[in-house]
């Protein structure tokens, strides 16, 4: 619900449990308000203190003298009195980068204008609004629309801007957010998901600092090392409790997340692309569109804040929010048998997966071209007949006739220099002429801005899909960008070519999901290299993470689930020892820490004995009963393997008639502690039977006593769960 009041040129936007308040100033300036728990729609412009500075310039709005940087602002410029950082930098045809935005028009619109090339939440939703604010710098000659969008109970705000050419000449767009906002304090912990290859997302929480607090990516890839996600919270703020703003980007590239905390102590929030990979020509008449940016608020602590994300994301995102989804429980070909198969081998693979319960064998890299280890045929899409001399026929019918579907790996983005491709077409990578381009696991990217490009992946990939009956695609990316040009653009457009790249994969991406609707994709990008709001727009989970040790995936699913749902998130159990840790975690833990998530095998089960079989099927048919929370439920943290030597999480279904808990240690100890486990989101006047303890409790004595759990001293890394049936 969005509200305008004319008496005091404000702006009140509000979802179920939160206010976001604007304003117009007199002088034209866009004042940012508040942004916090549901108010009531009162004045509140008594509570914005504006003064002059020393050291600082003054204007005049009205009577009042006082310095821009007083204000909280909701989209500043640069070079007229604000010195903490710009929301946009044009480089206006004085050639300066000087700017200074004000107010024009505004609408309130019921629903959300689409942008057309890029993901973004759902347009047709019932109960939501827009509010589109045109702000003009008519001397720098742009106009900058703010559009804000309230998805009321997801308690998220999505935020986006478009940028105007209103001039007769070109103007340099030099940065642009998504969304900006002021807090009108500092005192704040930061808490923000970093990592690297096979160790994405863990978390860390630290206090901001005066200057700014920024994360980004000039990878040309959201990235394994810094997610595009940052919560801002309170010092008390735990899981359960306190404060929580939450921000995130639909976006797959580069981008920064900025929290600069100025000398007043007041609080800057910027998402958007990267300026330092980034820049766009505008000609007369031509408008950019950012990425949108999510904005969540929570004062339950960390939990309501990452349950609000969860939400829009499995009710607004693309195909995480089609009602008809179902996530396949896979068996994927690669720690099986990395490149090391034949069409003997991947069939024996497929037979022994037989009356597991296992949806979709996927056959993962090393089919295509002449591929038989990672130095060559990527760009080259068709079947390697060496390997598979009957094409995939026997393969896909060995599947069929064992009751699976079959699935295929593609890494569309690259090429090897040892391929047909690279032949033809040297010159299709990203490079730069006058230079060597560099490769990372021996190959190139391939220069998506360029539209013959796309159209020659996506007919070889098409020629793939349409011959055969292919349920599901796993789409990888596996190095980031050097070298960034493209022969296909101008030398003063080459700061465009980042998200130009970006653009080309969402459409590759586009026109091949409309063209097979019933293939399901899963992201990846050498495990969790891709993990955002983008890619799952598009593809309904990703592969969590190249280490599938399940010790080190309790972190790294832990920390992914502060902006993302499980169901987002691929876990499969893989081979002891560990093929990434050397580490031999029981079953029963690979099994109970993965199920929780969208959950697949990753090893040979010809190696398996017949008990590990047996509990493999009981490991899928447990999913099953587990499935709909996963996919619908509500997920709580409930301990921290950051904080301590355990971690446990739990599911609860939307009617709060089931739910499941698993509680793991990461590591062994002699004469265990028993933990106490308070459990969250039950019905606190239910009944409800933990079949695994023998008990029936009421919810709220589960939440507010909780369980005991004493540590299994038989074996390593042990771990346990609890099913919470109500009648
Ligand atoms: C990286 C992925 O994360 C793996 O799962 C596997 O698909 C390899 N690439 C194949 O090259």
Redesign the pocket.
Known sequence: MITFSLETRTFYLETKNTSYVIRILDNGTIAHSFYGSRIPQEDISYYNIFREMSFSPQISVGENQFSPESLLLEYPTFGRGDFRLPAVVVQGTDGTNVNELQYVSHKILNGKPAMSNMPQLDVNVENVQTLELVLRDAIAGYEAVLYYTTFDTSDVISRRTVIRNIVDSPILLKSVCSASFDIENSDFDMITLHGSWARERHVERYPLHHGTNSIDSRRGASSHQLNPFAAIVGKDTTEFFGTAFGISLIYSGDFRLSVEVDHSDTTRVQIGLNPETFSWVLNPGESFDTPEALLTYSEVGLNGMSQNFHHVCRNHLGKCADPNLRHPVVI?S?EAMYFDFDETKMVKFIKDCTDLGIDTVVM??GWFGHRDD?HSSLGDWFIYDKKLPNGLKEIIDTCHNNGMNFGI?F?PEMISQDSKLFELHPDWCIHIPSRKAIESRNQLILDMTRPEVVDCIFEQMCRILSTYDISYV?W?M?RHMTDNGSLALPCNRQGEMGHRYILGVYKLIQRLEEKYPNVFFEG????GGRFDFGMLYYMPQI?TS?DSDAVERLKIQYGTSFAYPPSAMVAHVSACPNHQTGRTVPLDTRGNVAQTCSFGYEFDVGKLSYEEKEAIKAQISKHRQLEDMVNHGTFYRLRSPFETDCCAWQLVSDNQMQSYVMFAWRTSSPHPKVQYLKLQGLDPQKYYTIPQLGITRIGATLMRVGLAIPMPTTVDYPSVVFDLLSE
Request: hydrophobic fraction near 20%; charge should be negative; aromatic fraction near 18%.
């Open positions: 994927n690669w993962d890299d990672d790996w890494e796993k990888d596996n990846c990008s050498g495990g592969w190249d």
